[in-house]
């Protein structure tokens, strides 16, 4: 997901899709274990995208704090 798109969401449907990416990152690394998972770039792609949206918020709480 890139960073323009993550821009035009509302903190709520952030939060939501956090807490998507995360359980998903958690259900990958799982059948990374059981030997289940045919496609390890998975990982790195969830990774940043949840990366990117701590990123957003720390953003968010900064420029808030300026204010």
């Given amino acids: ?4 798109e993550l ?3 509302s903190e709520k449907e ?4 956090l807490a998507e990416k995360q359980e998903r990152l958690g259900r990958i690394k799982f059948d990374l274990v059981s030997k289940k998972l045919k496609n390890i770039r998975e ?3 969830v990774k940043k ?4 949206i701590l990123t ?5 709480r900064t420029a808030n704090s300026k204010l």
């Fill in 7 to 9: 821009h035009q969401k």
């Fill in 43 to 45: 990982i790195r792609e």
């Fill in 49 to 52: 995208d949840i990366a990117r």
């Fill in 14 to 17: 952030l939060k939501d899709l």
């Fill in 1 to 4: 997901m890139k960073i323009k």
């Fill in 56 to 60: 957003l918020f720390s953003e968010q």
